[in-house]
């Protein structure tokens, strides 16, 4: 089982974790560690994918899990819990608590505070990210906030239509920057960590640190819907101890 820890500078008490595809007990179209209930693997497997997760990665408590739409809705959560929520992230002040985020191209944000007494995980699909996900995460901090942007669809591989160009374009103007012909007519290449960066920016959040990996481009590592189609899922975790 491999992970990869965040590149970031955070109070000590605060530990984060981004899963990959390596070790696991899955096989065939999901081969690893998945993480994901709901893509078509077998149930008790990836409950003992799960298992093992915390195991090795001594977590406080098993992670609270989302059942993830594209939204913009960050759930608050005082307690550990096994119930599925539906939310695109999780925030929390209290220790002892795994907040997740579940990905297979899309960008998984970890936000914590510089005093190190709340986290967040966020699920940034381009739909949440155009609509508003990461601004409705960062509002439930106090303090000033640093952000972690984990393992996602690399920007020479996210071909996306006019429609995604423009949903950002609205929003913001600068967001143009972030995007570059593909040479297919009406397509073009979009840069996630440039345009989750600019987001947090306008926030006010200035540290912004990204694991520069891509899911699509490493299929040894990353489960990538994208390049696959059926596939797993990894998660990015974030706690306070």
Known sequence: MSFIIPNWKVPKNVKAISSTRIGGYSSELYQGLNLGSHVGDDLETVLRNRQALVQLSAMPSAPIWLNQTHSTNVATVSEPTEVTLDADGIFTSQTGIVCSAMTADCLPVLLTNTQGNQVAAVH??????????????????????????????????????????????????????????????????????????????????????????????????????????????????????
């Open 124 to 241: 940034a699909g381009w739909r949440g990210l155009a609509n508003g996900i990461v601004e409705n995460a960062v509002k439930m901090f106090d303090g000033e906030v640093i952000a972690w942007l984990g393992p996602a669809i690399g920007h020479n591989a996210f071909e996306v239509g006019e429609d995604v160009l423009q949903a950002f374009c609205d929003f913001d103007a600068e967001a143009i920057h972030a995007f570059k012909p593909t040479g297919n007519e009406g397509k073009w290449w979009a840069d996630m960590d440039q345009i989750a960066t600019q987001r947090l920016n306008k926030l006010g959040v200035n540290q912004v640190f990204t694991s520069k990996l891509c899911t699509y481009s490493e299929p040894e590592r990353f489960y990538s819907y994208r390049r696959e189609g059926v596939t797993g899922r990894q998660a990015s975790l974030i706690w306070l101890e």
